[in-house]
Structure formats: C-alpha cells, structure tokens
C-alpha cells in the first residue's frame, strides 16, 4: 500500500441493472472491510445523483446473511441512475466526498460509468484531492472494450437462451412465424445468446439478426421463406439495435418522436413497435397468417431465480478485486482475461486503465457471425456456453415416426 491516508469509502451502481451487479456491491463490501485504511463504507442512493446530493446509507455494518440475500437479488440494491455526470457535476460530487473523507470510489458499470470514474479522476486531480476511483465492469450487452466479456453477461443469456427454449416449443405447437426483439443497441452479444440452448436440427431460433450486420427488409423477408418452406415455421432473434442495409436502425426510422436519454441514446427497449413493425412486414411480404411478436424489453435485466453460477461468482470476484487494486493504485477499471476454454473455462483478472474503457463500445467479432449475417458460428458458442451456464434439456415428440 502506498502511502495514502485512512479515509471513507463509496460505492455506486450506475446504468441499467442485472442480474449480479448486486454481486460486485457485495464483493467490494466483503473486500473493503479486510483493509483498515478503509474506514466507512458509503452506499449513494441512485449513483451519482446520490452523492451530489449527499444521499448516503452505511453499509458497513450489514450482516452476512443480508449481504448473501443481496448478492443473489437481481437488480441494483442501491439504486441507478442516467445522470452523465461533466467536470462541474463531478466538482460538486467531491466536495460532498471532502466533507464526509470519502477517498475511495468503486462504480460498478458499463462505459459511460467508466468515463464518469475517469473525469471525476481527473478533476480530484486539478483539486488536488487525492482519491481512488475505480470502475467495476457491468453490462449485459457485453460490449465494453478490454475485458473478454462482462459481469451481468452470462445470466442475462441465460435468461433469453430459456426464453427462446420455451418460444421455441410453443412455436412448435402452434407453427407460424414468430419474432422475438432483444436488448442490444450496437453490439449483438445477447440477442446471439438466443442459440445456446438449441439442441435439435430444427430447434430455433432459425433466424439470429445483430446490429453489426444490416439487413434489407426484402433479404429479411426472403430469409424467413426460406425457412418457413423447409420447417413450416419459423423463430426469430432480432437485436433491438437491427439495421437496414444502410446502416440506419430500424427503430429510429420507425420513431416519429424518438426518446432520447440523458446519454444522447435512441430509447428502443421501451416500446413494441420494431417487433409490431417486422410483424407486419412478414404478414404484408409473405402473406403467412400466423405471426407473432414480443420485445424482451427490460425483463432480461433483472428476472430474479436465474443467475448464472459463473456469473454471480465473478461479479462478486471483480468487486473484490477493484479494492485491492484500489490498495495499490490511483485508478482503474478491472477486466477479465480468458485463460481456459471449454470444461477447462478459467479467467484472470487485471488492472486496465479507465481511460482504456471510457465511452467506448466492443461489437460482435466476424468469427462470431455466420456469413449470411443470419445466425452465429460455433466459435460464438464455444465462447458463450461456460457464461451461460448448464441450461434446461427439452424433449418434443413431434419428431418421432409415424405409425
């Protein structure tokens, strides 16, 4: 430990929750109290909005059993928040950090949490106030640069790859055309999730569409004859972030008023209309009467019961982590690096700087789509399974001869 006073630490979880960021808050709990220059420890209600405006709990004294509740809940325990916070909301924060001796500071986040660690890192720097400030990864869009994947990832395909197990067997019973659109802005990582649980050959989804490839209404439409003439039915996986051959999301050009939030994004996860929108097309285009379509929308974030085991363990593995390397160092954001694969599945953790993550996004790799754009590779599969977890196995009837 270099030389650094004792002082109070606080923790905060920004953006949109999942399933085991509450996992990383218990972790940086559990590690924080092994290390007497750690004093207080601070949890701000609803992230940054908290700490500008001094709203705290202590967090220093809870139990073992309300940490191990907490650490399986899903959602976000303390609260988020959308705020993106500039260099004066940041000077506001550390002024509310220098009146309660508040040096040490672990956001549990995606890139733009990462960014708000590095400019309030910054501008305790101008001030002259020493602090720690360290981001802990969090997204189940799986896009933040450096690390190999990220926590709240895993349950969150294990969530939508259950969902389509089961989409997929109703779809079955009852054949048609069915649509399902899932969270994914720029990067497909989940919505490719979708095919980790099939196990037959005609097992869906038939058709997995990502942002990183745009698609022409005309080749969407074709691609579901296709499968419809060989199957009599078909399930689709479409990213919410799906765009036109152009390049263009669908769903912005089908917004008259897109909402927008605080971070300059189009809002797509809160309305149907992408999934109503290609409903329609299939029904106009290939006259099937049978089709039908859901938008996933927040309920792959935080559904509760359905944590990945690999997940939780290293969510709450990086936010032990980010107080150690708190121990050591002025900033950082901790990262993940895979050493196994397979049943050998093993990672590493490691120190990168915030500035390597801030506001930058990762996409889907060319090796993890297939070349039609319409599907994922088995390197995408290999590389997704042990995040995952072990999934339900399935029987259908509907396959075996006839007598």
């Keep these: 430990m270099t030389d650094f006073p004792k002082a109070n630490a606080v923790i905060g979880q920004s953006g949109g929750p999942t399933g085991v960021i509450n996992a990383s808050l218990v972790g940086v709990i559990e590690e924080a109290k092994k290390h007497p220059q750690i004093e207080k420890i601070y949890g701000a209600v609803h992230a940054v909005a908290g700490m500008v405006n001094d709203d705290f709990i202590d967090l220093s004294n809870l139990s073992q059993d309300i940490l191990e509740t907490v650490a399986v809940s899903p959602s976000s325990s303390l609260g988020s928040s959308r705020d993106k916070p500039d260099a004066e909301y940041c000077a506001k924060i550390l002024e509310v950090f220098k009146k309660r001796n508040i040096r040490y500071f672990f956001y549990i986040g995606g890139n733009d949490s990462a960014n708000t660690a590095y400019i309030l890192n910054n501008v305790a720097d101008e001030m ?41 067997l109703d779809n079955r019973a009852l054949a048609g055309v069915k649509i399902d659109v899932i969270m994914g802005r720029h990067a497909g990582f989940l919505t490719a999730a979708t095919a980790l649980g099939k196990i037959r050959e005609d097992d869906g989804p038939h058709l997995i569409y990502m942002p990183e490839r745009g698609v022409s209404m005309d080749k969407f439409a074709a691609d579901v004859q296709d499968v419809y003439s060989k199957l009599g039915r078909c399930v689709i996986a479409v990213s919410e972030g799906i765009c036109d051959e152009n390049g ?156």
């Design 248 to 403: 263009e999301t669908w769903a912005k050009k089908l917004a008259e008023q897109a909402e927008v939030d605080a971070h300059g994004n189009i809002q797509l996860s809160g309305t149907g209309a992408l999934a109503d929108f290609l409903a329609g097309q299939i029904k106009e285009k290939l006259e099937i009467k049978r089709v039908r379509a859901d938008t996933f929308g927040y309920l792959q974030r935080s559904f509760a019961g359905l944590q990945s085991p690999v997940d939780v363990n290293e969510a709450r593995w990086c936010g032990r982590h980010a107080v150690q390397y708190a121990m050591e160092h002025d900033n950082g954001s901790v990262a993940m690096k895979r050493v196994g694969n397979g049943k050998d599945y093993k990672v590493e953790l490691f120190r990168t700087e915030l500035k390597n993550v801030a506001e930058k996004t990762k996409s889907m790799p060319d090796e993890f789509i297939n070349p039609e754009g319409n599907g994922v590779t088995q390197a995408f599969l290999d590389y997704a399974k042990p995040l995952a977890g072990e999934l339900p196995k399935t029987e259908y009837l509907g396959n075996y001869p006839r007598i």
């Design 128 to 168: 002259n106030f020493d602090i720690r400030s360290f981001h802990i990864p969090k997204t189940v869009d799986n896009d933040l640069l450096v690390t190999d994947h990220c926590p709240g990832f895993g349950t969150a395909a294990k969530f939508v790859s259950c969902a389509l197990i089961g989409d997929d």
